[in-house]
Each structure stands twice: as structure tokens, then as C-alpha cells.
């Protein structure tokens, strides 16, 4: 099909199922914590919501994976005007829909209990802290300017089904904070797993799931490096993109 691509925007190789995304250099482009995130876990066999799904990448990756009913939601309508097209070009129509919409009122348009599991690369920093971006679409994906952490956890709750599985990526520093609050929340966290970005540094990232009404008891996996000390990408890393 005959691509067209607007001011800003470029075509990339998301290299699973010779799949294309349009991004924007004006906006937040997706990098590997999304595609770790998105390899996380098993394959959702039932519902499955992305909160604040940017180019729907992560509803792409599991379609490619073997996912079929899935839901993006993205506030930013520059964002989901994309992710909607990247949905097309791909050819995904009829396993992800895209919602134009905040999941701070996801109680508008998604009943309580519907998803089986829920996906989030949220905003990593708190507004007041850490370096802001001049450009709003990036500063806004990357700070707490519209939605906290607490947002994203009540949305979770809202939209999982008993025993449904909550899974994230965010930062280290934020990790007992938000251990607190999936349990403060009835989502217990069950699995952990450190991304390390070369095998000689401290993890920067995490990836973390929680099971809504789980019993407790969390399991932490092996680290997962990101690049060897030549700077290439890991075996593990290589496996994700089928290579």
C-alpha cells in the first residue's frame, strides 16, 4: 500500500513480521524498553489494553506474537492519529482498535473487570524532577504532566479482571514506590526482572508484572542485558527481534 508520511514523520523497520510504524521527530519515539515490555510474559489469551499506546507498538509486537484482541489508548491525538495508521499499514485492523481518549476516565468507555491484561510504559519521571525536554509531545511521555503514577495504577485496577496480569517497565528508582502501590491496590506483584543496559552496569530499568487478587510470593528472574560490552546487542535482546 502507498504510504504517505506528514511534516516530521519517517518510516521505521520494527523488524518483527516485516512490520513498518510511522513515528515523528517532534514526538516521543518508542525504544527497547518498549519492546522488552511488549515480550514480556506470556501471550495474553484473553483482552488486552496498552495505557498511553503512543505508535501502538506494543499492540503490534503481540499481535506478532499471536495476540488478537487488543486495545490502545492514547490521549495525545497527534499519537493515536499514528497508531491508528501504523494499525493499518500493518494490516492489524481487526485485532487493535485505537481509543482517542484519557485513561483517567477509562470508566467512559471500557466496563470494570474487561481486560485479561493491562500494559504500561507510563511517564518514567515525576514532573519536578529530572531534565524536561523543550518539546511538549516528548516531555509529556517522559514527565507526570498528565498522568501520575497513581493514574496508571487506578486504570489498571479499573480495567483487570480478577486474576487478570498488570505488566510495566519503569525506572529503578521508582521500584518500591511502586511495589507499594500494585499492593496497595490488590495487585500483587509476582514477577520481577532487572534490565541491566551492559552486563558491568547497575539496572537502570524493570519489568515488573502483578497478578489482580493474586497471593503473594514474587519471583525474580535472571537479569536481562541489553548490550554486550562491545556495544552490540545481546543474544537475548537478538532472540526478540528474530534474529
Known amino acids: ?42 501471550v495474553p489469551h484473553g483482552p488486552a489494553l496498552d495505557l498511553g499506546t503512543g505508535t501502538a507498538a506494543i499492540p503490534l509486537i503481540l499481535t506478532a506474537r499471536g495476540a488478537r484482541d487488543l486495545t490502545g489508548i492514547e490521549l495525545n491525538p497527534v499519537m493515536a492519529d499514528i497508531a491508528g495508521r501504523n494499525v493499518a499499514l500493518n494490516g492489524r485492523d481487526d485485532r487493535i ?33 529530572g531534565a524536561y525536554s523543550d518539546v511538549d509531545g516528548i516531555r509529556r511521555a517522559c514527565h507526570e504532566e498528565t498522568a501520575s503514577l497513581d493514574d496508571v495504577l487506578d486504570a489498571a485496577k479499573y480495567a483487570l479482571k480478577y486474576h487478570g496480569r ?25 514477577v520481577l526482572q532487572m534490565i541491566h543496559g551492559r552486563p558491568d552496569k547497575e539496572a537502570k530499568l524493570f519489568l515488573i508484572e502483578g497478578i489482580h487478587g493474586g497471593g503473594k510470593g514474587l519471583s525474580v528472574l535472571p537479569p536481562l542485558i541489553v548490550h554486550k560490552a562491545d556495544g552490540s546487542y545481546s543474544e537475548a535482546v537478538d532472540r526478540l527481534y528474530g534474529r
Open 166 to 190: 498488570f505488566r510495566m517497565v519503569h525506572i529503578t528508582e521508582r521500584l518500591t514506590d511502586i511495589l507499594e502501590a500494585l499492593r496497595a491496590r490488590d495487585i500483587e506483584p509476582k
Open 1 to 42: 500500500m502507498k504510504i504517505e508520511l506528514g511534516p516530521h514523520e519517517r518510516l521505521d523497520d520494527l523488524i518483527l513480521d516485516g512490520m513498518k510504524v510511522i513515528q515523528r521527530d517532534d514526538q516521543f519515539c518508542f525504544s527497547i524498553d518498549t519492546v522488552l515490555l511488549a515480550h514480556f510474559g506470556a
Open 97 to 129: 482498535r485505537i481509543v482517542e481518549g484519557d485513561y483517567r476516565r477509562i470508566r467512559e468507555w471500557a466496563p470494570s473487570g474487561a481486560f485479561a491484561a493491562v500494559y504500561a510504559n507510563p511517564p518514567y519521571r515525576e514532573k519536578s524532577r
